[in-house]
């Protein structure tokens, strides 16, 4: 975070309380905080007694063999029939669950009652093709209803799922494949996005060449675009169609997988971060409920996220269906085929509650007022931010010119491990600041510590910790318990350490300030250095890779890599582009450097360690900080001039 935003930071002392209105109607009270903090488990049981359990839990948290926590393990629950069926049972079969929108303007109404035929019919579908309880599946699809009753069908028979986000490559897709042994991949032909179809299918069968564990693909037709057929094909509608509309669901222990979901550290391997079945489901849709105010009669909400990060997993599929939530779900882009696309959907569908990410809100900020001034958004009661620290400015923006200077914000501190949100204010509860999550919820323990695990006083800052094992939480690393351990709970073993900096206020809010690891967050999507500066080193023109997160004024950070080419490839001048290729090839899109700068040399420790100091003073154009112990203090002038000619970006 750059030094003005830090001092914006300091000084923001607006703070808005909730409307007596609000408050007077608000599913979380004020009392919340009290009975979770008189009796914390107490608080947890209760919020799992709302859901539906075959047999109800008995026990709450079980910490013996901490850090790997049980919560309700004598319990036993179906997610996808309290997130479906239920609702069904209680007579809301005709109820929305989505109101689909394709980009190109196709749309699809699904009901409760329908997504219970298509959940059920596909639970069959997996069964017929060999899936069973435990059994891994990767789902590689568009934001199509699909993409929900895939992962549901899932979650129905036991088999945890691993949805890697459709902008991912081939590479992506075949290492996780792998890592998670998955026995089957949903995919689908292709998908909408800025104004043209995708392929989807080709990715899948690159990847599929690699790993022996895949016995079948399922594609779901899409786009219709033309697809290559292999003898482990089958098309979605040819199976899933004829199948039984009814599907009978057993119960799974609490502990039972549900998902695995991964994200960069700050290795080159991506994690397989882990996530149970009971907890789980009882944080996400107590969050729902409590942070987002879902009234599930009139409400319709709309979480803009991707089902392929966890924000669609918590908060498009399993918190909203548990609580009987109507949605929006749009497949393309904000701008196609207009800029004001979001706001003509909120007006079609008259959406109370929107959540989204900074990023959005700072492009939307950047096109102007007079998009969103075109459209009716007086539906809107709530908005939601969540993925990275929302700067003041951007907050009042989302509030003024979005919600008419009267909806709540709630600004949403959570991660990939934590399942579900752990840091936000309650509407109708607290008073919010632009800019800050304020604090843990009800049921939720956070600190901020310095280096020797003392929580800071208000006005200090330091690193953000998580205090109590949570229900939602990890349950551990997909294959690897030690990395799990050493990533999460080694530096202080009595406290999750998130990754983030955090300073508290002189009230005792909590401001987010970034990771303070090797992780960039580019548009609230995590990326390691180290996975890109490997990306980058696999291509034969590359001899050393350098890569740092800088600050962008629209994506929070941009990618900026440092290359030494091999030999004469500098030469080529094509080489920059093909560089940024070879990393979308190897990660996705999404990990493409904005910037690549070829040097000569980089700058290093005497002991060999780059100095991503100095190569962040470099890219945020900054005078450069002390560079004494640099082994060659000189290379920074060699780096200097060789920037202007290489910079690239599109
Ligand atoms: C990292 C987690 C949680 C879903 C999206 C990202 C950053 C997330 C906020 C926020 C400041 C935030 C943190 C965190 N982050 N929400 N409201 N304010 N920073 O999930 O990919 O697992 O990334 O996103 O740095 O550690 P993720």
């Known amino acids: 975070m750059s030094h003005e935003a830090l001092q914006n930071l300091l000084h923001e002392d607006r703070a808005f309380a909730p409307t007596a209105e609000f408050a007077a109607a608000a599913n979380a009270t ?28 008995t026990q709450t948290l079980d910490w013996s063999n901490a850090p790997f926590a049980k919560w309700f393990a004598d319990g036993k629950i179906n997610v996808a ?48 093709l060999g899936i069973q309880a435990g059994d891994r599946v990767a789902i590689y699809l568009p934001m199509i209803p699909e993409a929900a009753v895939a992962m549901l069908a899932c979650a129905r028979i036991g088999a945890p799922h691993s949805v890697v986000f459709g902008g991912f490559s081939s590479e992506a897709l075949r290492s996780r494949i792998v890592d998670a042994s998955a026995k089957l991949v949903i995919t689908a032909d292709g998908g909408y996005r800025k104004g043209s179809a995708f392929a989807l299918k080709p990715a899948v069968d690159e990847a599929v060449v690699n790993t022996p564990t895949i016995e079948h693909v399922l594609v779901v037709r899409r786009t219709g675009q033309d697809v290559e057929w292999t003898d482990k094909d089958v098309w979605w509608h040819d199976i899933v169609e004829r ?52 009234k599930p009669d009139t409400d319709v909400y709309w979480c803009t996220a991707d089902i392929g990060w966890v924000t669609g997993h918590s908060y498009i599929v399993y918190g909203p269906l548990a609580n009987r939530a109507t949605q929006v779900m749009y497949e393309g ?31 939307f900020m950047k096109w102007g007022d007079a998009v969103p001034a075109d459209f009716n958004l007086t539906s809107l009661r709530l908005l939601g931010s969540v993925g990275e620290p929302i700067n003041p400015e951007a907050w009042m923006w989302y509030r003024k ?40 919820l009800p049921g939720i323990g956070a600190a901020v510590v310095d280096d020797q695990a003392v929580p800071v006083r208000n006005g200090g800052g330091g690193y953000l910790v998580l205090t109590e094992p949570w229900p939602a939480m990890l349950r551990g690393i997909w294959g690897d318990n030690d990395r799990y351990v050493d990533t999460y709970w080694s530096r202080w073993p009595q406290y999750y350490f998130a990754g983030d900096g955090a300073k508290l206020d002189d009230d005792g809010a909590i401001w987010l300030l970034g990771r303070v690891d090797d992780v960039m967050n580019v548009s609230g999507h995590r990326i390691s250095t180290t996975e890109v500066e490997s990306a980058l080193v696999s291509h034969p023109a590359v001899a050393e890779a350098a890569v740092v997160g800088a600050a962008d004024p629209t994506t929070g950070q941009g990618i900026v890599a440092f290359v030494i080419l091999r030999g004469d490839a500098a030469e080529d001048p094509n080489i920059v582009k093909a560089l940024r290729d070879h ?15 070829v040097v000569a040399e980089l700058p290093k ?4 360690k780059i100095m991503r100091r100095l ?36």
């Open 615 to 650: 190569l962040r003073d470099i890219a945020e154009n900054r005078s450069l900080g002390d560079v004494t112990t640099l082994a060659d203090p000189t290379v920074m002038n060699l780096i200097g001039a060789g920037l202007q000619s290489a910079t690239t970006e599109d």
């Open 583 to 597: 990393v979308a090839h190897e990660i996705g899109a999404i990990a493409k450097p904005r910037q690549i700068l």
């Open 243 to 294: 199948q039984s509309e009814v599907h009978e669901a057993q119960a799974f222990d609490a502990e039972h997988p549900l998902f695995i979901l991964y994200t960069s550290g700050t290795t080159g391997n991506p994690k397989g971060i882990l996530h149970t079945t009971g907890g789980y489901l009882t944080q996400v849709a107590y969050t729902h409920r409590a942070v987002f105010d879902l």
């Open 333 to 363: 882009t904000p701008d196609t085929p207009h800029r004001g696309r979001w706001w003509e959907l909120i007006e079609k569908y008259g959406v109370t509650i929107l959540y989204t990410a900074p990023t959005a809100i700072r492009t």
């Open 81 to 128: 029939v309290n997130c479906v069926d239920r609702h069904v049972a209680a007579g809301h079969g005709d109820q929305v669950a989505f109101h689909f929108e394709g980009e190109p303007g196709d749309t699809r109404t699904v009901t409760y009652a329908d997504l219970l035929r298509e959940v059920s019919k596909a639970a069959n579908a997996l069964t017929e």
């Open 30 to 57: 004020p009392d919340y905080y009290d009975r979770a903090a008189s009796d914390r488990l107490g608080f947890w049981a209760e919020q799992a007694a709302a859901l539906q359990w075959a047999t109800p839990p």
């Open 605 to 608: 420790t005497r002991s060999g």
């Open 401 to 440: 010119v979005i919600g008419g200077d009267s909806c709540p914000i709630v600004d949403t501190w959570w991660q990939t491990e934590t399942g579900a949100i752990m840091i936000s204010p309650l509407p109708g509860v607290t008073h919010t600041k632009p800019g800050s999550a304020m604090g843990p």
